[in-house]
């Protein structure tokens, strides 16, 4: 009797663990990365994983020229970004009025979160020499930092997390300190990201969740080259991915209001692509790059229903011409703003 009890115990409780894993492996698909499930409301959540690009790539070990403020910053900081940075969140906020500025009155603002690899001794030191004033906010310090007329706030959250915002609103970055300290919270985040990370293909080591508009809440067109102009209708959701299944994959989807918006989309997609193909061709004298030809090559698009759908397959060569561009690309904090310089008075000579 015992005998056939153990013969059906023993595959309902391999059942019972397969179950189990699968379900955690559920709830790990659903679950968006933290420094993500960080950031404040916004119109757009941008999330990159550097970790499988380093393992698969020399991204970050071959040494590079870099401008002379972000050189100084390493000095100071020993922090490298395309070398020490594992991830990286940023939250775009809705357009804001720059005060005394004319020439740009609705500027974008963004709230960051940084994880790495860093010496928070140094770091700190380097904030107390940008920090005009540092604001206690629950036990972190948050230094505010001069930078085109307005203050960027930075906080140090924790031994390898950096929270940064260039917004005038300071509760965006009191929200990401409050939500590091809160217990975790596996759905949490802003709205764009518990309603749309589940279309984020998984395994995918870049994502973004765009929803734009413009400051009177009109639709959102977007400049190309060539003089193309890409509107998105008002209330479309785009979800952008990269990731890596044997080759590297691109994939955005938009969500329209209606089967028109997404017919509409898919046929300027296509258009834009043939247009830019051509103009590839025809300005490269020695005849197109057949990376960049394999790429145009690989462009795919579809509509289902509301959902208009671009797909490309990045050849390798591609991908090693973007990395070993983007660390002239990187850019060092904001310096502090120089002081006026005062001109001396001159005394009166000695009367001999």
């Known amino acids: 009797m015992s005998f056939r009890r153990r013969r059906v115990w023993v595959p309902l409780t391999v059942l019972f663990i397969l179950l189990a894993i699968a379900g955690a492996l559920y709830l790990r698909r659903q679950e968006a990365p933290e420094a993500a499930r960080l950031l404040p409301e916004s119109d757009a959540v941008v999330y990159f994983n550097l970790r499988p690009i380093r393992l698969a790539t020399n991204f970050g070990e071959k040494p590079v020229s870099h401008e002379p403020e972000y050189e100084e910053f390493v000095r100071q900081t020993g922090f490298q970004f395309e070398r020490d940075l594992d991830e990286a969140a940023i939250a775009v906020h809705p357009a804001e009025t720059l005060p005394g500025s ?5 500027e974008r603002r963004y709230s960051d979160i940084f994880v790495g690899r860093f010496d928070s001794t140094k770091v700190t030191h380097y904030l107390h020499q940008l920090a005009t004033a540092v604001e206690r906010y629950k036990d972190t310090d948050v230094f505010l930092i001069p930078h085109e007329g307005r203050s960027v706030r930075v906080a140090i959250l924790s031994v390898d997390t950096v929270a940064v915002s260039n917004t005038a609103d ?7 300190i409050d939500r590091f300290h809160q217990i975790a919270a596996p759905f949490g985040g802003p709205s764009l990201l518990r309603e749309h990370y589940r279309d984020v293909p998984f395994g995918s080591t870049g994502w973004a969740i765009l929803r734009l508009s413009t400051p009177d809440g009109q639709a ?7 003089g193309i102009a890409f509107a998105l209708p008002k209330g479309t959701v785009t979800v952008a991915s990269v990731r890596y299944v044997g080759s590297v994959q691109l994939k955005a989807e ?14 300027s997609a296509k258009t834009f692509l043939q247009l830019f193909h051509s103009i590839e061709i025809n300005t490269q004298p ?11 090559d690989s462009f795919q698009v579809e509509q289902q229903s509301n959902r208009a759908i671009l797909s490309a397959e990045l050849p390798r060569g591609f991908l090693r011409k973007i990395l070993s561009e983007a660390p002239a690309a990187m850019s060092a904090p904001p310096a502090p703003e120089p002081a006026p310089k005062k001109i001396p008075e001159k005394k009166p000579g000695k009367k001999k």
């Open 254 to 267: 938009a969500f329209a209001p209606s089967e028109a918006d997404a017919k509409q989309l898919a046929e």
């Open 170 to 176: 300071a509760t965006n970055i009191k929200g990401m």
């Open 286 to 296: 020695s005849g197109p790059d057949p990376d960049v030809k394999a790429l145009f």
């Open 102 to 106: 004319p020439l740009a009155p609705h």
């Open 220 to 226: 959102v067109t977007l400049p190309l080259p060539g």
